[in-house]
């Protein structure tokens, strides 16, 4: 509630968290083309290569946050949208050639791996790396992330653009609740500082009594003594 009644373009803000993940994204592909660098490796497509090849990586990244973005605005809980995300990436990440090449597996599952998304990522990166971009995996990655984007974005972004008047008038009851129980509190507060005044009060009137008391009391004692004598 607080988030939707901020004076700000409300998608701003989911655009903004996945922007701020591509950059993490970009971070991580730095590590680990330094380190890869470090122990030999020398793309040969040269530094437009690599470079080109971490964009088109990052394009598909981000176009596939919108589908855990939606997920995360319909489930309950992160460690749903987690669950389901690795029930997902394991099998598409698996299932693909990154780690064997796809003529070293049996005949029946090959043309899925051919057609997985992964795999297709993986060749167009892989050839512009090595300096022999595929213009068919490029362009296939590009249609895929323009699609994943297009059918899960406005789905996601719905979710920050329905703030109806329901929504604003409960985040202003809730406002207003809070301002009465500040309130209360407040007056709770004065009426206990004024029965610790009255009490000091009290304490202070009982002592001049009990000094009075102690007057009148040695006052009679003084007079039977003196009623004694006599």
Not at 69 to 83: C, I, W
Not at 138 to 143: A, E, H, K, Q, W
Not at 176 to 181: A, L, N, Q, R, V
């Amino acid at each position: 509630d607080r988030i939707r009644s901020l004076p700000v373009w409300r998608p701003s803000l989911m655009v903004g968290a996945l922007l701020g993940d591509t950059l993490r994204y970009t971070m991580a592909s730095v590590v680990i083309l330094v380190v890869t660098m470090l122990i030999g490796y020398r793309p040969p497509g040269g530094l437009v290569g690599v470079v080109a090849a971490v964009l088109l990586l990052l394009v598909f990244c981000f176009s596939v946050s919108w589908i855990w973005t939606l997920l995360g605005m319909k489930l309950r809980s992160p460690e749903s949208v987690m669950g389901v995300s690795m029930m997902v990436l394991f099998p598409l990440t698996f299932l693909s050639n990154v780690f064997v090449p796809i003529e070293t597996m049996p005949d029946w599952l090959q043309p899925a791996v051919e057609n997985n998304p992964v795999s297709i990522l993986v060749d167009a990166v892989r050839s512009l790396m090595v300096g022999d971009p595929h213009g068919g995996s490029i362009v296939t990655v590009l249609v895929i992330s323009g699609v994943f984007v297009a059918v899960f974005g406005p789905g996601a972004l719905a979710g920050t653009l329905t703030a109806s008047a329901p929504d604003f008038d409960l985040a202003l009851q809730k406002v207003e609740t809070i301002m009465k129980t500040e309130l209360t509190r407040q007056a709770v507060t004065q009426q206990l500082q004024n029965i610790h005044a009255w009490a000091d009060r009290l304490h202070q009137h009982h002592a001049v009594i009990e000094k009075f008391e102690q007057e009148a009391v040695d006052r009679v004692e003084i007079a039977a003594y003196i009623v004694k004598v006599y």
